[in-house]
């Protein structure tokens, strides 16, 4: 017996509302202390669509769950208190660090031409 049209509406609305919540506590944990971080982190997360990975979700919550330095240090690659030295980023975040690098970057030239 195949499912009815009703059902797969039912499934795709619940689907929106669950992504749409997470979409919005994503942003609220998007606001840091320095405006140049928070920047970053909203721009990536207005681009997120339902294609987002439980496991990915996941991993960008721990992330915004680290310091606003080591967010800053990480996102812009640079230490201001050891200038000459490069910045280690965690291994499990390089990935998303540069995934948020490259939108932001992506965002800045659609809005310059």
Known sequence: MPLSLEWYRAQKTELLVDFEARRRKLLF???????ESELLLIAFVETLDLQLS????????????????????WLLKYNPQAPTEKVGIPTQYQE??????LNYLKQSLLVDN
Request: aromatic share 6%; glycine share 6%.
């Open 29 to 35: 944990l998007c606001k840091r202390g320095n405006l």
């Open 54 to 73: 439980p496991e990915k979700s996941q991993l960008f919550e721990t992330f915004l769950g680290e310091s606003d330095q080591n967010l800053l240090c």
């Open 96 to 101: 998303i660090i540069e995934e948020i690098r």
